[in-house]
Each structure stands twice: as C-alpha cells, then as structure tokens.
C-alpha cells in the first residue's frame, strides 16, 4: 500500500508504508510502475517490500496472528523442557564422569598389578592363576574323591555290619578276611544293608571343606583349630581301623588261628593310614585349588567391575535428551513466530518487474528501463534470492 506527501517543488515524492498487501503481482507491478514513472528508486523501495513479506502474492499462506501467537506459547514450554533437560544432562554428565574415573582407577589397579607380577617371578608365581597347576589338582582331586568314596563306605560297612563271625565263615570257606576296597558285589552287598552307607564319604569331604575354611580365617586360634580338626578326623579313622582288625582278629581266635595286637598289625595301619592319609592329602589339594582360583578371579573382577561401570556409562549417555533436537525446534519455533511470508521470492519479483517493466516499453522510457533490468540483477544478487519456496522472517521484529 502507497501513500503520497505533499509536492515537492521539483518533483512528486512517494513513501511507501509497512502494510501486506494481497495483490496480482504483474498488474500491481505495472499499475504503480506508470503512476512513478517507472522510477528506479521507487521499483527497488517495492523490491524491498516483497522481500519483507508486505508485497506478496494472492496465493500467500503465511503464519496468522492466532498461529504466531500459538508458536511464542510452544517456544516457552520449550524452553522450560530444554533448561530441565539441560539440568538432567548435566547430573548425568557428573556420573558418567564419575565412574570415567573409577574405570581409570581400576584399569591402574590391574596395571600395578602386572607390573608388581613382572618385577618379582616368585610373587607372579604365588599370585598369577596357572592353568597347568589348576588342572593337576581338578584330576587327581577326582580320582581321590572317587577312592574315598568307596573307601569309607567300605570302611564303615566292615566295622559296623561285618561281625568278626561272619569274618570266620568267609576264612572257614576260603575267601579270607576280604580286601578294604570293596568288588562290586561287596557293595551292592554293603548297600543292601543300609543305603545310607552313600553319605558317610561326603561326612570326611566335609572335614575337607572345613580344613580349607579353617585355614583362611584370620582368627590368631585358626591353628588350634585345625589341630582339633585333624585329630577329630584321625580319630575316626584309628576307630575304624581298630573296629575292623579286632573284627578280624576275633574271628581268628575263633578259627583257632593266631592273633596279634593293633599296634603289630600293618594290616592296621595300612587301613588307617590308607583314609587319614589320604583324606589329608584331599583337603590339602582341595585348599590349593580353591586358593588357584580365586588367584583368576583377582584381576577377573576388576574386569568384571570395568565391565558393569561401562555398561553404567553406556545407560547413563542413551538417557541423556539431545538438547540440540529442542534448540532447533526453538529456533524453528521462534522463526515461524517472526514469519510474515511463505513463498517463491524469484517468481513474486519477477511477476511484479514483469509488470513494472511492462509499462516501460515505449521508447522514451528505454534509459529507465534499463536502469530497472540493472537494479534488479543487482538487488537479486545481494539479496541472494533463489528459486523455491523460502520463509521470511520479519526484519522489522
């Protein structure tokens, strides 16, 4: 929209207002064209009004006041949700740094540790897990733990179900006294009197468990406590060993067969020392192969604990809000709240020149059109428009 002042002496002067005009641009542009005279400063000062989004066309769609208004309310609920993330962000931000921390912590922990390993052999040896020395123990632990498992049902079958009786019928048919290692018929036999003959090894696996337990208290009486122990467990073994030969020998005496006291007897002692002996060499083997392990499981949980703080971390950086994603919507938000056009800013000026330049054809009007076919290449250069649809933010905010 147009309005004129008064006549200058030389020459009329024409201001143009801020006001949207909706108008066919061809006929606008050559309407106003004749009533300036086709004059260049007035062509650029409408250049400028259409690039402001004053001067548009009758296709013009932009923002309404209802909708500027809506976007200034969703540009504040914005801003409220960015500052809140913002300060979640930054509360997470301390953690993972927190715990970027104790990861570096650990990972120096496990280095000093291989470099205390790598300066003394004799301390790589005591605390370094070997696979060679875990395995030995797992085999032979097995096979010991088989013989003590027939060995004391055996043991306990011969001195509480075998009475030195039927020791006498198995002399007086030529079997003999049997072997302390029962045949498979012996302990189905053994069974056949009392199944729960199978639970008497696991009482000697426990004294094992208990020995292990014992040696790794710090109490300053542990040692005292394993001499009870080991006397405990010796003693039951001298019974069960006394209970079989005076058995044995008793049945003898019965034969009319010569007899011979506990403490001459190697049959005694070779059942004695076949359970304690061997029951001592199982705890001990037992002892060092829990101790083999928990010499992997030094560095295995610090991994470990590495491991969970970077899975912490890895949670904490999924929960964090991308503030960039809200900054843009505001932005974008804050621009649509400004916007007073949408359009081709290309085809507009060169619909309204069209008309402009269309009332400057006749001859005596060359020079000044010219001059608005240079104003315009000029003006689309340094206004850099472009074809396509493009949003124009309202300079005058």
């Given at each position: 929209m147009m309005t004129k002042t008064s006549k200058a002496p030389e020459n009329d002067m024409v201001r143009v207002t801020h006001h949207v005009d909706r108008v066919n641009l061809y006929d606008f542009g050559y309407e106003q064209s004749?009533?300036?005279?086709?004059?260049?400063?007035?062509?650029?000062?409408?250049?400028?009004?259409?690039?402001?989004?004053?001067?548009?066309?009758?296709?013009?769609?932009?923002?309404?006041?209802?909708?500027?208004?809506?976007?200034?309310?969703?540009?504040?609920?914005?801003?409220?949700?960015?500052?809140?993330?913002?300060?979640?962000?930054?509360?997470?931000?301390?953690?993972?740094?927190?715990?970027?921390?104790?990861?570096?912590?650990?990972?120096?922990?496990?280095?000093?540790?291989?470099?205390?390993?790598?300066?003394?052999?004799?301390?790589?040896?005591?605390?370094?897990?070997?696979?060679?020395?875990?395995?030995?123990?797992?085999?032979?632990?097995?096979?010991?733990?088989?013989?003590?498992f027939f060995f004391y049902i055996s043991a306990a079958y011969k001195a509480l179900y075998v009475d030195f009786e039927g020791i006498a019928e198995s002399i007086a048919e030529g079997v003999g006294v049997g072997s302390i290692m029962p045949g498979a018929y012996e302990l189905s036999e053994a069974l056949q009197f009392n199944y729960l003959l199978l639970l008497v090894p696991f009482v000697f696996y426990a004294f094992g468990w208990a020995f292990h337990i014992l040696l790794e208290l710090k109490s300053k009486y542990k040692f005292i406590f394993l001499t009870l122990l080991i006397t405990v467990t010796f003693m039951v073994d001298f019974l069960l060993a006394l209970i079989i030969h005076n058995n044995t020998e008793s049945a003898k005496e019965l034969m009319g067969l010569a007899t011979i006291p506990w403490s001459q007897s190697s049959t005694f002692y070779i059942i004695l020392f076949l359970g304690f002996l061997v029951y001592i060499i199982w705890s001990i083997l037992f002892d060092s192969l829990l101790r083999e392990w928990d010499k992997r499981h030094i560095t295995g949980n610090l991994k470990k604990i590495i491991k969970h703080l970077e899975?912490?971390?890895?949670?904490?950086?999924?929960?964090?809000?991308?503030?960039?994603?809200?900054?843009?919507?505001?932005?974008?938000?804050?621009?649509?709240?400004?916007?007073?056009?949408?359009?081709?800013?290309?085809?507009y000026i060169d619909q309204f020149s069209s008309g402009w330049i269309s009332y400057l054809s006749p001859a005596n009007m060359k020079d000044v059109k010219e001059s608005c076919l240079i104003l315009k290449k000029e003006f689309e250069e340094k206004n850099d428009i472009k074809k396509g649809i493009v949003k124009v933010a309202n300079k005058r905010r």
């Open positions: 004749g009533t300036v005279k086709g004059d260049p400063d007035m062509y650029i000062a409408y250049l400028d009004r259409i690039v402001n989004g004053d001067l548009v066309d009758t296709k013009y769609h932009g923002f309404s006041d209802e909708e500027r208004v809506e976007r200034v309310k969703q540009v504040k609920e914005l801003e409220k949700e960015l500052e809140e993330a913002e300060k979640t962000n930054e509360q997470f931000d301390q953690d993972i740094k927190k715990k970027e921390g104790e990861i570096d912590e650990y990972r120096q922990e496990m280095l000093n540790i291989r470099e205390i390993r790598a300066k003394d052999n004799e301390k790589l040896k005591a605390e370094s897990f070997s696979v060679v020395k875990f395995s030995i123990n797992v085999f032979l632990l097995v096979m010991l733990s088989v013989y003590l899975r912490d971390i890895k949670t904490l950086r999924s929960r964090r809000t991308d503030t960039v994603v809200l900054q843009n919507k505001i932005n974008d938000y804050r621009e649509d709240a400004s916007v007073v056009m949408y359009g081709d800013l290309k085809r």
